[in-house]
C-alpha cells in the first residue's frame, strides 16, 4: 500500500513546486474570491435587521454569518483546476505521457493537486487563523467546538473534496472540445455554486425545491458539510448524511473512469 | 477615422469565429445569464421572508442590481483583451511588437478582442430593468441622463482595468491585482447603506464602483442624490486620466528595462 | 557614395536589477532597502550602415544582440549614446520611426493568432494607412517571391514553421519600410525552406534596396546574404568587416582532423606544451585542430600527432567561416 503511494509522490512534490511559484497570484486570487463572502456577509447583516424575528428559516444571525463564512472557505479549498488541465492536455497531446506510466493516470492529477493545495491550505491557514478571531471580535462569530461534530466535519470534508474533484474529472473529459472553457466554467460553476448551497442554504428555498436539491450529488460539496460544522443533525442523521456522501463519491469515482476511457478510446481514433 | 475602421474589422472577425464556434458562443453567454438569473433567485427568496431591506423593495432593488450590469457588460463586451494583457502579453514577450506599429499601443490591447459572451450581462441587465420599469418616474430629463450616464459609468470600469494592467509594465504580470479590484463591482449590485462606513467610503471615494450602480439607480428611482451626474463625469474623467498617466509610466518604464 | 541610413555611436545599455532574496527576512529587507546589481548589456558600439547594404549582425546568446536590436527598434531605451535613423530618433519619434521599419522576430510572431493570413494583412494596412493600389502590387510581388498563395486564407496559428516566417516577412514589409530587421529568420526551419527564405530576402533587397539588418546563428545566412559582418560578444564590438575580410584576416585557418580508436589518447597528445597557439576540440571519435597556418607547420603537427597515438584517418580541411567566428569569440 504505502509502495503504492510512493509512485505518486514525484505528483505531489511537482504540485507543492508549482504552488511555490504562484503563491502571491493564488492569494490575491482567493482575497478578490473573499469579497464576495463579505458582501454576502452584509448582505444578510441587513436582512436580519430588516426582519422582524431573530431566526428566519430556522436560522439565527449568528449561525448565518458562520454558514457564509465556513462555505466560503471550504468551496475555496475544494476547488479545483483539473478539469482545466486535463482539456489542455487532451489538446496539446501532452497526456499521453501520463498515460504511458504504469500508474493509475487520474490519480496522477490528484496527488498534483494535492501537493498545490498543502502549501495553498498552510498559506491560507494564518489568513484564516487572524480572519477567525477577527471575525470573533468584529462580527461577533461563536464558533463550536463539539468533539463529534468536528470530527464528522473534517470526514465530510474530506469527501467533498474528492467528490468535487472525481466530478471534475468527468467534466475535463467530457468538455474538451470545447474552445470557451472561460464560458463553460462559469456555466459549471454557477450550477453548482447554487446547488452545493453556497449561494443561499436551502433551508430558504421552498420545500420541494430544497428536498431535491438535498438529494442531488453537489449538496455534498458545501451544504453538508456546513450544516455539520454547524451542529445542525442528531448523531443518527450525521450517520446517514456520511453515507449519503460516501455512495456519490463512489458514484463520480466510477463515472470519471468511464468517461475518461470512452473519451480516450475517442481520441485514440482521431490520432490526436 | 483610421482607428474606427481598424476596430470594424476587429469586429468583423471577431463574429465569423463566432460563427464557427456556435455552441462555444451560446455556452458562455448562457454561463453568464444563468449566474445572473441565480443571483436574482437569491433576492427574490429574501424578499419572501422579508418586506424590504433597508427601506428599498424588491423591485427597486431589482433596478439597481439590473443597472449595475450594464456598464459591467458593456465594458466586458469591449474591452476584455485588457484581461489577457494582464495575465500573459508583457511576461511572454508579446508587447513588443505593439510599440512596432505607428498606432497607441494602448488602443490595440484595450481594442483587439471583442467580447460577445458578455451580451448575456447586458441581455439580463436589460431584462431587469424592463421588469422594474415602472418603479421609476420617468421625465424626459431623467431619460437622456440614463442615456449619458451609461458610458461614463462604463469608462470608470475600463480606467480601473487599465490601471491595474499597467502594474504588469513592472511586475511583468497582474491578472491577480486586476481580479482583486474589478471583484470591488460587485459591492456596487446593492444600495450602499448596506455596508458599513469603511466599505462605503471605498466604493464611494477609493474604487469609485458605487458611482457605475448604486448612486445613478438610486437617483433615477428617488430623485436622491441630484448632484450625482457631475460627479459621476467628474471622478470618471479624473480616473481615466489617471489611468493613463499610469499606463504611460509603466511604458516609459518598459522602455528602460525590457522583458 | 552611398549615404549612411543608421548613425550608432557609443552606445550603451546599462540593466539594473534588484536583487531578490529567497530568504523570507532578507526578503523584507529587500522591500524596504531594495539593493541592486548592475548589468551592462551593450559597451559602446559605433557602427555605420550605408543605404541598401545587408548587414549581418553575429554575436553568441547573451552577447548583447536582442538589446542592441531593441535599441535600434525603439522599443529599448539606451543608457548613453546616439542612435540617428534615417534621421530618427527611434524612442523620440516612435510613431514615425515604426512607419519606416519593418520587424521580424523568428521566435515569436506578429501575426493575429486566430485570423487568416490575409485578414492580417487588412488590418496592417489599416494601421500603416496603405492605398489600395499599393497595397496589392506589394501582395502580388510578396506572393511571387514567397508563394504565400497556398496558405493566404489559413488561420495563423494552422501554419506551419516555415510558412509563419514568409507570412511574417511579406507582413513586416507590406508598408515598404526602407529598413528591415530580421531577427532570427531561419531558425528551427528546414534546409530547403531555409534556402527558400534566404532567396526571398535577396530578391527584396536587390528589388527594394532596403537596408537589412539580420541577426542569425546559422552562419550559412551570413554567407549567403551579408555584405558586411559585425561581430559582438560581451557587450562590444570585435570584427567588423566584409566577409573577404574576414576570410583574409583569418583565412590562413585550417582545420585538420585525425581519427582515433581510443578517444582517451588525446590525454598523451599535450598539444598545449608544444603548439601553444591551436585549437583542439573533441567530436566523437576524431580530434579536431585548429590551427594558422602562417605560425603552425601542418607536417610538423602530424608528425607529432602520429608519434604518440594510433590515427586511422587524417582529413585536412579548410576552415569554415563558422570556425573562424567560434575561433573570434573565443579569443
Given at each position: 500500500m504505502l509502495s503504492r503511494l510512493q509512485k505518486y509522490l514525484p505528483f505531489a512534490k511537482a504540485g507543492i513546486k508549482i504552488s511555490t511559484t504562484y503563491k502571491l497570484d493564488f492569494l490575491c486570487y482567493r482575497f478578490g474570491d473573499m469579497l464576495e463572502a463579505i458582501i454576502t456577509y452584509f448582505l444578510w447583516l441587513s436582512i436580519f435587521n430588516s426582519s422582524s424575528s431573530n431566526r428566519i428559516s430556522g436560522f439565527s444571525f449568528n449561525e448565518m454569518k458562520l454558514y457564509v463564512f465556513v462555505s466560503f472557505f471550504i468551496s475555496i479549498i475544494i476547488k479545483t483546476g483539473v478539469n482545466e488541465s486535463i482539456g489542455e492536455e487532451v489538446k496539446d497531446g501532452s497526456i499521453s505521457i501520463r498515460l504511458l506510466k504504469p500508474i493509475n493516470f487520474v490519480n496522477t492529477y490528484l496527488f498534483t493537486e494535492i501537493g498545490i493545495r498543502l502549501l495553498q491550505i498552510f498559506l491560507l491557514g494564518i489568513p484564516i487563523i487572524i480572519f477567525i478571531t477577527g471575525s470573533y471580535i468584529i462580527f461577533k462569530i461563536k464558533l463550536y467546538y463539539n468533539f463529534l461534530y468536528i470530527i464528522a466535519f473534517v470526514i465530510s470534508f474530506a469527501i467533498s473534496y474528492l467528490t468535487n474533484f472525481y466530478f471534475n474529472v468527468c467534466v475535463g473529459f467530457s468538455s474538451f472540445t470545447l474552445k470557451n472553457t472561460w464560458g463553460s466554467n462559469l456555466f459549471k460553476q454557477a450550477i453548482i455554486s447554487f446547488a452545493s448551497g453556497s449561494v443561499i442554504p436551502f433551508n430558504f428555498l421552498p420545500n420541494v425545491i430544497s428536498n431535491?436539491?438535498?438529494?442531488m450529488p453537489f449538496s455534498s460539496l458545501i451544504y453538508f458539510p456546513t450544516m455539520i460544522y454547524l451542529g445542525k443533525y442528531t448523531p443518527y442523521k450525521l450517520l446517514n448524511i456520511l453515507i449519503f456522501q460516501i455512495f456519490w463519491l463512489i458514484f463520480f469515482y466510477i463515472l470519471s473512469k468511464v468517461i475518461a476511457k470512452v473519451a480516450l478510446k475517442k481520441l485514440e481514433i482521431q490520432g490526436g | 477615422m483610421q482607428y474606427i475602421k481598424l476596430y470594424k474589422i476587429f469586429v468583423r472577425q471577431y463574429f465569423k469565429q463566432l460563427l464557427e464556434y456556435k455552441l462555444d458562443f451560446i455556452i458562455g453567454i448562457l454561463g453568464i445569464f444563468v449566474t445572473q438569473c441565480l443571483n436574482i433567485v437569491f433576492l427574490w427568496v429574501i424578499f419572501s421572508k422579508i418586506p424590504s431591506l433597508y427601506g428599498w423593495n424588491l423591485d427597486e432593488l431589482i433596478f439597481i442590481y439590473g443597472f449595475s450590469l450594464i456598464p459591467k457588460g458593456l465594458d466586458h463586451l469591449l474591452t476584455d483583451n485588457l484581461w489577457i494583457f494582464a495575465k500573459k502579453t508583457v511576461v511572454s514577450g508579446q508587447f513588443d511588437k505593439y510599440l512596432l506599429r505607428p498606432i497607441s499601443p494602448l488602443f490595440q490591447i484595450t481594442f483587439e478582442t471583442f467580447q460577445f459572451d458578455a451580451v448575456g450581462e447586458i441581455l439580463i441587465g436589460v431584462l431587469l430593468l424592463?421588469?422594474?420599469?415602472?418603479?421609476?418616474?420617468?421625465?424626459?430629463?431623467?431619460?437622456?441622463?440614463?442615456?449619458?450616464?451609461?458610458?461614463?459609468?462604463?469608462?470608470?470600469?475600463t480606467s480601473l482595468?487599465?490601471?491595474?494592467?499597467?502594474?504588469?509594465?513592472w511586475t511583468k504580470k497582474s491578472g491577480s491585482v486586476m481580479y482583486i479590484f474589478y471583484m470591488i463591482n460587485n459591492f456596487a449590485k446593492y444600495p450602499v447603506n448596506i455596508y458599513n462606513f469603511v466599505i462605503r467610503?471605498?466604493?464611494?471615494?477609493?474604487?469609485?464602483?458605487?458611482?457605475?450602480?448604486?448612486?445613478?439607480?438610486s437617483f433615477f428611482i428617488r430623485g436622491e442624490n441630484n448632484t450625482f451626474f457631475y460627479s459621476l463625469i467628474m471622478i470618471s474623467i479624473l480616473f481615466f486620466l489617471l489611468s493613463l498617466f499610469i499606463w504611460k509610466k509603466g511604458i516609459s518604464s518598459y522602455e528602460s528595462s525590457g522583458s | 557614395m552611398k549615404n549612411n541610413i543608421i548613425e550608432v555611436s557609443n552606445l550603451n545599455k546599462v540593466f539594473k536589477k534588484q536583487t531578490k532574496s529567497s530568504n523570507l527576512i532578507s526578503y523584507l529587507k529587500t522591500l524596504i532597502l531594495p539593493e541592486y546589481t548592475y548589468f551592462q548589456a551593450v559597451k559602446d558600439l559605433n557602427f555605420q550602415i550605408p543605404e541598401g547594404q545587408i548587414f549581418g549582425f553575429i554575436g553568441a546568446n547573451g552577447a548583447g544582440k536582442s538589446t542592441t536590436i531593441k535599441m535600434l527598434t525603439g522599443i529599448l531605451q539606451p543608457t548613453s549614446g546616439n542612435i540617428v535613423i534615417d534621421g530618427y530618433n527611434p524612442q523620440n519619434d516612435r510613431k514615425e520611426y515604426v512607419k519606416e521599419i519593418g520587424v521580424v522576430f523568428g521566435q515569436r510572431t506578429q501575426l493575429w493568432w486566430d485570423l487568416p493570413v490575409i485578414e492580417t494583412y487588412f488590418v496592417l494596412k489599416e494601421i500603416y494607412q496603405i492605398p489600395d493600389s499599393e497595397f496589392n502590387d506589394r501582395l502580388a510581388f510578396f506572393d511571387d517571391i514567397l508563394e504565400l498563395r497556398k496558405f493566404i486564407n489559413n488561420p495563423v496559428r494552422t501554419l506551419s514553421l516555415g510558412q509563419r516566417m514568409r507570412a511574417d516577412i511579406a507582413a513586416s514589409l507590406l508598408h515598404n519600410p526602407k529598413i528591415l530587421f530580421l531577427d532570427e529568420p531561419t531558425i528551427g526551419l528546414d534546409v530547403?525552406?531555409?534556402d527558400r527564405i534566404r532567396q526571398a530576402i535577396k530578391e527584396i533587397n536587390s528589388q527594394k534596396k532596403t537596408t537589412i539588418i539580420l541577426t542569425t546563428h546559422d552562419l550559412r545566412d551570413v554567407e549567403v546574404l551579408c555584405d558586411r559582418i559585425y561581430i559582438i560578444n560581451n557587450g562590444q564590438e570585435i570584427f567588423d568587416g566584409t566577409l573577404e575580410k574576414l576570410k583574409s584576416s583569418y583565412g590562413s585557418m585550417r582545420e585538420v582532423v585525425f581519427s582515433v580508436d581510443h578517444i582517451n589518447d588525446i590525454e598523451k597528445l599535450n598539444y598545449k606544451l608544444k603548439f601553444p597557439e591551436i585549437e583542439v576540440y573533441v567530436k566523437d571519435n576524431d580530434i579536431h585542430v585548429i590551427f594558422d597556418s602562417n605560425k603552425t607547420v601542418l607536417p610538423e603537427l602530424i608528425k607529432y600527432t602520429l608519434d604518440k597515438v594510433v590515427v586511422k584517418n587524417i582529413l585536412v580541411n579548410e576552415t569554415s567561416i563558422e570556425d573562424i567566428v567560434k575561433k573570434i569569440m573565443r579569443t
Open positions: 431535491i436539491l438535498q438529494f | 424592463i421588469k422594474s420599469f415602472n418603479i421609476v418616474y420617468w421625465t424626459p430629463q431623467k431619460a437622456i441622463l440614463f442615456i449619458l450616464t451609461i458610458p461614463f459609468t462604463t469608462l470608470i470600469y482595468k487599465i490601471m491595474t494592467a499597467s502594474i504588469s509594465f467610503f471605498v466604493i464611494t471615494f477609493i474604487i469609485p464602483f458605487a458611482f457605475t450602480a448604486f448612486y445613478p439607480a | 530547403s525552406v531555409k
